[in-house]
C-alpha cells in the first residue's frame, strides 16, 4: 500500500502513516520492553440488526454522501461496462437529442401486468387532488408541459408487448427550498408481485462529479457563473420499442370525472467536470472570459437538446450578456445598474451575489435524543463544504 502521507513523532515514538484505506500507526508499544507480540487493529462497519428504530439504509446513503469519494477513483463493474457498450451500440442522435435503449437485465424482462396497481395510485393522487384545486392545476400544468414538449404520448395500441409492458405510478414532490415549483415523480420502484422496473434494469455507472470538487472549483475564480438545464432528464430520450414499460395513466386534459387513458414517456431519467446532475457551476479570473464562456456553453449544449437557463453570476458584465428571459428569476427584473444582486442558491447552498460569498441557514428541529433522532438533526443540515462541522459535531 503506497502511502499517502507519513507523520513522525521523536525517536523512538511511533509514526502515523495515511493509506487511501485510512491512518494506521505503526511504531513500539513499549520501549523499555522486549517482546515476540505483535498487536493489530481493524476497523469495520456493522449493523446491530437488533435495533428496531435504526435505519440503515439511511445511515448508509448519509454516509455514502459525506465521504464524497473522487469520481476518478470509481471503477466500473462488469454490468456498468455492459451498460455502456449497448449504448455505444445501439444509441443514436435523432433530431438535437440522443436516443438510447433501456438496459435491462435480461433481454425478456418478463413484467406482469400492473395496471390494477397504477390505476390504485392513481386513484389516490385522484383524491388528493379533488381536495386541493390548487396542486391539480398544478399538476395538470406539468403533465400537459410533458405532452406538449413531446416528453409524453398517449398509446393507441391498448395491448403493449408481451411481458415488455409497465405502468409507472406517479405523484408529487416539493422542494421546500421552492415552494412554487411541483415536481412530477414517477416511480420506478413500486412494486408488483415481487417485480419492480428498477430491479429489472441495470443501473449502469455513477458518472457522477464531485459535489465538493465542484463547489470548490466554483469558488477558485473571481467571477463565478451558474446555470440550470432545463428539464435535462427529459432531454435523453428512449428507444421507440423499449416506451411501454414507460407507461402512465392520466385522464384526458386533466378532466377527474373521465376514465384515464394511457400515456407512455419517451424520455430516459440518467459535461465534465463543472456539471452536477442539471446544475452548472464554474469560475474564472476574467469578466472577458466568464461572458466567453457562458455565450460558448450555450451554444454548444443547445446543440445536444440542452438548454441552459436560470443564469445568475456576481459580475452585472457577464449578466448583461445574458437574454432576460434566460436568468435567473430573482435578476429577471432588477435594474444592474441600481439595484443590488440578490441572494440565489448554487447547489442547494446560498450565494449571495452581492458580496460573493456563500452562506448557510441553519434551523434545527426538535427531535428526541435517540440515534435517530441525531441522524436526522445531522442530515438536515446540507453543508457539503464542511463548514459547519464544529456546530454539527457540538
Not at 60 to 71: L, P, R
Not at 290 to 302: G, K, S, V
Not at 310 to 337: F, G, H
Amino acid at each position: 500500500m503506497v502511502p499517502m502521507e507519513v507523520r513522525r513523532g521523536r525517536d523512538g515514538e511511533p509514526f502515523a502513516v495515511r493509506t487511501k484505506l485510512g491512518w494506521t500507526v505503526n511504531g513500539p508499544l513499549h520501549p523499555q520492553r522486549t517482546s515476540n507480540l505483535s498487536f493489530g487493529n481493524y476497523i469495520d462497519e456493522t449493523v446491530d440488526h437488533s435495533y428496531e428504530n435504526a435505519n440503515w439504509e439511511s445511515v448508509k446513503q448519509f454516509w455514502d454522501i459525506e465521504s464524497q469519494t473522487d469520481i476518478d477513483e470509481k471503477g466500473w463493474s462488469v454490468e456498468d461496462g455492459h451498460v455502456i457498450d449497448l449504448w455505444k451500440r445501439e444509441g443514436s442522435r435523432v433530431g438535437a437529442h440522443h436516443q438510447l435503449p433501456i438496459p435491462f437485465r435480461e433481454q425478456d424482462p418478463r413484467l406482469p401486468d400492473n395496471w390494477t396497481m397504477a390505476r390504485r395510485r392513481l386513484d389516490s393522487l385522484k383524491s388528493r387532488l379533488e381536495r386541493n384545486v390548487d396542486l391539480h392545476q398544478r399538476y395538470v400544468k406539468e403533465v400537459e408541459d410533458l405532452i406538449k414538449k413531446g416528453f409524453a404520448e398517449r398509446v393507441h395500441k391498448i395491448v403493449g408487448p408481451l411481458n415488455k409492458t409497465w405502468y409507472l405510478p406517479h405523484h408529487p414532490v416539493f422542494n421546500p427550498n421552492k415552494p412554487d415549483k411541483l415536481t412530477i415523480v414517477f416511480d420506478c420502484a413500486a412494486s408488483f408481485k415481487g417485480v419492480n422496473l428498477n430491479k429489472k434494469v441495470m443501473q449502469g455507472p455513477d458518472l457522477m462529479n464531485n459535489l465538493l470538487g465542484i463547489l470548490l472549483r466554483f469558488r477558485e475564480g473571481r467571477v463565478a457563473l451558474a446555470a440550470d438545464i432545463e428539464a435535462m432528464f427529459h432531454q435523453v430520450h428512449v428507444t421507440p420499442r423499449d416506451r411501454d414499460v414507460l407507461r402512465f395513466l392520466w385522464w384526458p386534459g386533466g378532466d377527474l370525472s373521465e376514465n384515464p387513458t394511457r400515456m407512455k414517456a419517451n424520455i430516459q431519467q440518467q459535461l465534465k467536470k463543472k456539471i452536477y446532475v442539471d446544475d452548472l457551476l464554474l469560475s474564472t479570473n476574467s469578466e472577458e472570459e466568464a461572458a466567453e464562456y457562458a455565450i460558448n456553453l450555450r451554444d454548444t449544449l443547445q446543440a445536444g437538446g440542452f438548454r441552459l437557463t436560470k443564469w445568475m453570476s456576481n459580475s452585472r458584465k457577464v449578466m448583461r450578456v445574458i437574454p432576460t428571459d434566460e436568468r435567473s428569476p430573482r435578476i429577471k427584473d432588477i435594474n444592474l445598474t441600481i439595484d443590488n444582486l440578490p441572494m440565489d442558491r448554487a447547489l442547494g447552498v446560498l450565494w449571495d451575489l452581492d458580496d460573493d460569498v456563500l452562506k448557510i441557514r441553519v434551523s434545527t428541529p426538535m427531535k428526541p435524543t435517540t440515534r435517530r433522532g441525531i441522524l436526522s438533526i445531522m442530515s438536515s443540515i446540507f453543508d457539503p463544504l464542511g463548514l459547519l462541522a464544529p456546530f454539527t459535531i457540538k
